[in-house]
């Protein structure tokens, strides 16, 4: 069964003050792992998409990357509107289900 | 504009009177899915659908059935809705193997 665990549960950071966000994950073969974020109130938004160990992917204060085992949010010199909830999901070859998601990281950024 | 269209947003009924809750999307997606989100458990898969008059079971579906019978259309229907059904519902779509886009949720309320 695909596992999704994802770390710390909450995080409170001072603007500008970088660090990373933490998503574990066990699957029989890995077809995608997906990062979305979730603002209070919405439907999750999509972030990123890796395919393979050893890639990265970045947008505007937000990288992400990959192993085998895990995959890393890093956010740099984050602000407040950065605040919200990331979600990590993976989804296994063949899998018609497509996506199993972890419980989230909720992010607060203190101006 | 492409999105996903949930109706209601917000719901309160009594056990055991169906409900249903619709969910409309304009992009032409084939693969449509539900999931329920609760705190700490993250979101689970309620039902997918592959195309139209194909659907499945996801991690959850007790409760719950589902038809899709146009390709833009999924609802969700509660036939007769219990206390364990309050949650947090988001509907889904995307072209097969691509980012789901999700709706703003429907929060449930049954008492």
């Known amino acids: 069964e695909d596992q999704v665990t994802q770390s710390p549960e909450a995080l409170r950071l001072q603007e500008g003050e970088s660090s990373s966000l933490n998503c574990s994950y066990t699957?029989?073969?890995?077809?995608?792992l997906f990062w979305y974020r979730q603002d209070p109130g919405k439907g999750p938004e999509f972030l990123f998409t890796?395919?393979?160990a050893g890639e990265e992917k970045e947008k505007e204060r937000l990288k992400a990357t990959l192993t085998k085992k895990e995959s890393f949010l890093h956010i740099t010199a984050p602000k407040p509107e950065d605040s919200a909830t990331y979600l990590c999901?993976?989804?296994?070859?063949?899998?018609?289900?497509?996506?199993?998601f972890g419980s989230g990281t909720q992010l607060t950024v203190l101006p | 504009e492409a999105q996903v269209t949930q109706n209601p947003r917000y719901l309160i009924t009594v056990t055991g009177k169906k409900l249903t809750v619709t969910c409309s999307q304009n992009?032409?997606?084939?693969?449509m899915s539900w999931y329920r989100q609760d705190p700490g458990l993250g979101l689970r898969q309620i039902y997918y659908?592959?195309?139209?008059?194909?659907?499945d079971k996801g991690d959850v579906p007790e409760g719950y059935k589902v038809s899709r019978k146009e390709k833009r259309n999924f609802p969700l229907i509660l036939e007769s809705p219990s206390p364990n059904q309050t949650s947090l519902y988001f509907c889904?779509?995307?072209?097969?193997?691509?980012?789901?886009?999700f709706g703003d949720g429907t929060r449930l309320s049954i008492l």
């Open positions: 659908s592959m195309n139209v008059e194909v659907t």
């Open positions: 992009m032409n997606h084939e693969y």
């Open positions: 999901a993976v989804q296994a070859p063949g899998s018609a289900r497509q996506l199993t």
């Open positions: 889904a779509s995307s072209f097969w193997g691509q980012p789901q886009h």
């Open positions: 890796l395919y393979s």
């Open positions: 699957v029989s073969g890995l077809r995608g």
